[in-house]
C-alpha cells in the first residue's frame, strides 16, 4: 500500500488559508489521493479526493503535483471549527489507509 | 437524506464474551467499510463488502468478522473478546467503494 507522510501538527490564524502538506511517493497511476478530517472522535469526514488534477469544492482545495508524489490541502479561510486531524490517504483496493495525520489547531 | 446509522453507540462487555455490532448505510449505498480506532494503533481498516461479497480484508484475527444483506446494512462480529478489542469501531459506505461517509461509531469497551 502506498504510504503518505504528513507533519504532525500545525498552527492556522483564524480567517487565513491553512496550506496542509502531504508526501505520497509511492502512489500508483491509478491510486486517488483522499482528504479526510476527525474532530474529537467523531467519524471521519469526507473532505475532497483526486487523481491529477487539481480540485475544488465548497470545503479546500486539492493541489496534486504533476508527478503526483505530494499534495497540498488548502482550507481558505480557516475557522475554529476546521480544528481537527486531518488525514491524507492513497486510496487503494476498497481501503483507506490512514496515517496519523496532522493536527491543526486554528487559534482565535 | 439519513446518515449512516451505527448502533449501539456504546456497549461494555466482558473478556471472552462476543459482540454483534450492526449498521445501515445511506440509502442507495451498497457498499460497506468497517474500520476500528484505537488510541495506540490509529484508524485500521477492517473489510469492505459490496453487494453482500467481502471484496477486502484488513490484516485482522479470524475472531473479527462481517457480512452484509440484501438491503445492505452490514453487521460485524468479534467473538472471545479481549481487552484490547476495545475501541470505536466505525462504518462508513458509498455507493460503489469511492468517497465513503462514514457514521458516529460504536464505542466498545471490554472489561
Known amino acids: 500500500d502506498a504510504k503518505t507522510t504528513q507533519p504532525p501538527s500545525m498552527d492556522c490564524a483564524e480567517g487565513r488559508a491553512a496550506n496542509l502538506p502531504c508526501n505520497h511517493s509511492?502512489?500508483?497511476?491509478?491510486?486517488?489521493v483522499y482528504w479526510y478530517r476527525q474532530i474529537h472522535s467523531q467519524g471521519p469526514q469526507y473532505i475532497i479526493h483526486?487523481?491529477?488534477n487539481n480540485e475544488t469544492n465548497e470545503m479546500a482545495s486539492l493541489i496534486i503535483t504533476e508527478d503526483r508524489k505530494s499534495s497540498t490541502l488548502i482550507l481558505p479561510h480557516a475557522t475554529l471549527r476546521d480544528t481537527a486531524v486531518y488525514y491524507c490517504i492513497v486510496f487503494n483496493d476498497y481501503k483507506l489507509s490512514f496515517g496519523a495525520g496532522t493536527t491543526v489547531t486554528v487559534r482565535a | 437524506k439519513a446518515g449512516v446509522t451505527q448502533t449501539p453507540r456504546y456497549l461494555i462487555k466482558t473478556r471472552g464474551q462476543q459482540v454483534t455490532l450492526s449498521c445501515s448505510p445511506i440509502s442507495g449505498h451498497r457498499s460497506v467499510s468497517w474500520y476500528q480506532q484505537t488510541p495506540g494503533q490509529g484508524l485500521q481498516f477492517l473489510f469492505e463488502?459490496?453487494?453482500?461479497?467481502?471484496?477486502n480484508k484488513g490484516n485482522f484475527p479470524g475472531r473479527f468478522s462481517g457480512r452484509q444483506f440484501s438491503n445492505s446494512r452490514s453487521e460485524m462480529n468479534v467473538s472471545t473478546l479481549e481487552l484490547g478489542d476495545s475501541a470505536l469501531y466505525l462504518c462508513?459506505?458509498?455507493?460503489?467503494?469511492?468517497?465513503?461517509?462514514f457514521g458516529s461509531g460504536t464505542r466498545l469497551t471490554v472489561v
Open positions: 483526486g487523481l491529477k
Open positions: 462508513a459506505s458509498s455507493v460503489r467503494g469511492y468517497g465513503y461517509t
Open positions: 509511492t502512489i500508483s497511476g491509478n491510486e486517488y
Open positions: 463488502y459490496f453487494s453482500e461479497t467481502q471484496r
